[in-house]
């Protein structure tokens, strides 16, 4: 399967897609996106590793900030925090530059190591997207978490890279059918930054003892 660039799909959707379907389809087909501190914080991270959209060499590396990515087979396009290039035998070969080079991506994340994968797997998608832009292999890439300060090497196996194809792949049935999942409430709710558009009866909402208890007094009366 081959996609058209209009219908790529955002990679940094994919985080949103794991932790809510609904979210997801908020953010990326009906566009309410609310702000809060998370996602500010996010976007300050952000904005830094994307501050300096160039490329510097030192000892065989090259790094470049802001790559934009995309894959055709994937239907996902993105830009990558970091990319590192490091001289070697084998690996991409880079306009401009003699020789050949081993391509690593790096992504920042705010905070520390999540529950689940969702930033291994949109790093695993950016690299995709530079495997079929470089026709290379690239075998690993980096989290860097700015709350502990460490880079988390992340190996891009076969069954990360059959599980990227696949939400790639549901993410564009959700697009295709465009229907707004119902709302689900659950405990992730509390740090979602849609929660008022998309429960805006939350606040109201009784709890579930001043429920039970209003029943009670309605069936002893
Ligand atoms: S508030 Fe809850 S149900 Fe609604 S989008 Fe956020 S996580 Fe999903």
């Not at 860097?144 to 990360?160: D, M, Q």
């Not at 689900?184 to 429920?211: A, D, F, I, N």
Request: aromatic share 8%.
């Amino acid at each position: 399967m081959s996609w058209r660039e209009d219908e790529y799909l955002m990679i940094s959707g994919i985080q949103h897609f794991l932790f809510c379907r609904r979210q997801w389809t908020l953010i990326h087909i009906e566009q309410q996106w609310a702000e809060n501190r998370l996602t500010a914080e996010g976007e300050v991270i952000h904005k830094n590793a994307h501050r300096d959209d160039f490329v510097e060499k030192r000892r065989g590396l090259l790094v470049t900030r802001g790559l934009r990515v995309s894959s055709a087979e994937l239907g996902m396009t993105g830009q990558c925090d970091v990319v590192e290039f490091q001289q070697s035998e084998d690996g991409a070969i880079l306009h401009g530059h003699r020789g050949r080079w081993q391509v690593r991506p790096v992504e920042y994340k705010r905070g520390k190591d999540k529950d689940d994968h969702s930033d291994m797997l949109q790093l695993c998608c950016e690299a995709m997207c530079l495997e079929s832009m470089l026709a290379c292999r690239i075998s690993a890439g980096d989290l860097f978490y700015h709350e502990i300060r460490r880079r988390r090497e992340i190996l891009f196996s076969e069954e990360l890279r059959k599980e990227v194809s696949a939400i790639a792949e549901e993410m564009h049935e959700y697009f295709r059918r465009g229907k707004t999942p119902k709302a689900k409430p659950s405990k992730k709710c509390q740090s979602c930054s849609l929660r008022e558009t998309c429960l805006p009866k939350l606040g109201r909402m009784p709890s579930v003892s001043s429920y039970l208890n209003r029943m009670m007094e309605e069936t002893l009366s």
